[in-house]
């Protein structure tokens, strides 16, 4: 988990300022840095990050252990589940992006392949400049038409992409290294730095045949490793099970400041286990997995006094962050018929018990959300006031009438009288839908159907979450289940759309703006592999996602922001459940790291190396560890 915190005033005046002013300062400038909130720290002479180690060793292996399988190498279709490595939106391992986004800022981001970029005043355009330095693995140059190809095909196939640059027409060559992006809109004011999150892919490589002389072909998932341009590329494979990245000794970009320091790993290797307990077994023993990110509460609290721990080869470490918290939560799926009823979805709310399961299952280490921008300036509070409430007036016949009334509060389990107090009031909201209470079950008044859903898992961490809920709301007579299934059909019912109820972790930045196209719009909501998980069409969300993507300024964008997550709340889409306000890595002792990790991300492991002297003893005392 990320952790968030609020914007003080001077910072949220100095945003303000700022936003004003960049229109003036940036139009048809050439700019390295770019930054949708204030300035980057670093201005535009960015050399390095200041937490890296410049003289951080290369070599060793980092050895990681995926749950589930895998059967593509083309992350950028709905097809196929891709390999570790590889990234539905950016570019893994593999593929370098226009612009690299900064690991210790929010909303900014330094050189990559393009190495400048400017846009006019009216935000009617973007270009990028390409670095002369850039080159594919196989020695040719990135060209301008690399990224013209390479956006076309991504805004064809790939949803995210899609969406993200819905309002990018086409994509022009002005130049043997500038490429023009121009857009059906003016006023985007976000569109022109987030068109440096394009990764860029090689036309040549994907237009050419494979070595059976096969025309390839990017609309398919591929089992043969692609060409690529960055810092890492294929070096084997065992389909399903295990791909291993190995470093590229001559990489074009390894000198770019935001790679200096970084990127110390000559192999990574990613092994694939089905089965969540195995993979805990797999990191106890070493070998398999050198750095767990740990999500559970209680394997936190009371699982790592295995003898490697006690022996100090691996280290129990918390990360502070100040990035936005995600919203983590129940996902009640429109789709289906039985949760199309905005009351229904409010009384489901009611019977999840957060702090009693805090309390019992997590060690009190979780905070409950309340918010989908939680953490940040952005997140709604109190009523809707000044500016926030105008633009709410405007839907006012559209809206429920809480938005304007009502404080928006979760449940609250804070004595022993809480439960019947809520599970009553769940009742209630189900009456009121047409839900009624017979030899102990919730059935419908009309047809005498059984109220009855499904919650979609992949792993133990589900069954934990879901099970105090599904005790409650049998309570009331609600027949809830869960059912594990493995990660890849996870992954590909999730794209398509097949559940009833799934948890999903939603992360916000703290400049929100064209993904939110594929969070909450009515066409993402029919759109396979879009991440409108909930099925949400509504034509007054759809006006505030439109609202905050074009907002004149700062405070317009934080006012809509305001707005659209005070609706999504009152609308009862999910049943939000909690974050943690640190990072929980355990890792086993061979690697060495700087001083400090960026406080925005937490920790960046990129930054790491490993100590060869450390990974040799490992290996020595316990058999297989690398």
């Not at 204030?38 to 890296?52: A, L």
């Not at 990234?87 to 690991?103: E, I, S, V």
């Not at 059906?184 to 070595?211: C, F, M, S, Y």
């Amino acid at each position: 988990m990320t952790v968030g915190r609020s914007r003080t005033f001077f910072a949220s005046m100095l945003a303000v300022v700022f936003a004003a002013s960049l229109q003036a300062s940036f139009a048809d400038e050439w700019h390295t840095t770019s930054s949708l909130i204030g300035p980057s720290k670093y201005g535009e002479n960015f050399q390095r990050y200041d937490y890296v180690n410049p003289d951080a060793p290369k070599g060793g292996t980092y050895n990681s252990v995926v749950l589930g399988t895998f059967d593509s190498f083309n992350p950028y279709i709905v097809q196929g589940s891709p390999a570790a490595g590889f990234a539905q939106f950016g570019g893994g391992l593999l593929y370098d992006t226009l612009m690299d986004q900064a690991t210790d800022e929010g909303s900014v981001s330094h050189p990559l392949v393009a190495d400048a970029y400017k846009y006019p005043s009216d935000y009617s355009s973007a270009t990028y400049r390409l670095d002369p330095r850039a080159k594919w693995h196989d020695g040719q140059p990135i060209t301008v038409d690399d990224v013209i190809w390479s956006f076309q095909v991504l805004k064809a196939n790939s949803p995210m992409y899609s969406r993200y640059f819905e309002n990018v027409t086409e994509a022009v060559a002005i130049s043997d290294r500038e490429v023009e992006f121009h857009f059906n809109q003016k006023g985007n004011r976000e569109l022109p730095k987030i068109l440096g999150d394009l990764v860029v892919l090689p036309k040549h490589w994907w237009e050419g045949t494979d070595a059976s002389g096969k025309k390839r072909d990017i609309t398919r998932p591929t089992l043969e490793p692609p060409l690529g341009s960055a810092a890492y590329k294929i070096a084997g494979f065992k389909p399903g099970s295990e791909i291993v990245w190995q470093r590229v000794p001559d990489y074009w970009g390894a000198k770019l400041p935001v790679k200096i320091g970084r990127e110390n790993f000559d192999t990574q290797r990613f092994t694939y286990i089905l089965d969540d307990n195995a993979a805990w077994q797999a990191f106890t023993k070493g070998g398999l997995d050198d750095i767990k990110p740990e999500n559970s509460s209680r394997r936190w609290a009371t699982a790592y006094n295995f003898p490697a721990v006690g022996a100090g080869d691996v280290i129990k470490k918390e990360f502070k962050t100040t990035s936005p918290e995600p919203m983590q939560a129940f996902v009640l799926n429109q789709r289906r018929p039985l949760f199309q009823d905005r009351l229904v979805r409010a009384a489901l709310t009611y019977p999840f018990d957060f702090e009693t399961m805090n309390r019992t299952l997590f060690y009190n280490s979780n905070t409950r959300t309340h918010s989908y921008f939680e953490g940040t300036e952005l997140a709604s509070s109190g009523l809707p006031q000044g500016k926030e409430l105008e633009i709410l007036e405007k839907y006012r016949d559209k809206l429920p009438p809480e938005v304007f009334t009502q404080e928006f509060k979760l449940p609250v389990y804070d004595s022993p009288q809480a439960e019947r107090k809520n599970l009553k009031t769940a009742v209630d909201l189900f009456a009121q839908a047409g839900w009624v209470i017979k030899g102990g079950k919730m059935v419908n008044a009309k047809t005498g159907a059984p109220f009855k859903f499904e919650i979609l898992g992949s792993n133990d961490t589900d069954q934990v979450i879901a099970s105090p809920w599904i005790a409650n709301l049998r309570k009331i007579g609600v027949d809830a289940t869960l059912r594990i299934i493995d990660q890849t059909q996870y992954i590909n019912r999730v794209n398509n759309f097949d559940y009833d109820v799934i948890t999903s972790i939603l992360q916000q930045s703290e400049s929100p703006g064209n993904e939110q196209r594929d969070f909450w719009s009515s066409k993402a909501a029919v759109t396979p592999g879009a991440r409108n998980y909930s099925g949400i069409k509504d034509p007054v969300i759809d006006a505030l996602v439109d609202r905050i993507i074009f907002a004149t300024d700062r405070d317009d964008l934080v006012a809509t922001t305001h707005a659209l997550d005070r609706v999504l709340l009152w609308n009862y889409y999910t049943v939000p459940q909690y974050y943690r306000a640190v990072v929980w890595l355990a890792y086993w002792n061979k690697f060495g790291m700087p001083e400090k990790q960026p406080s925005y991300r937490g920790a960046d492991i990129d930054s790491w190396w490993v100590d060869t002297a450390k990974e040799k003893a490992l290996a020595a005392k316990y058999k297989g560890v690398n």
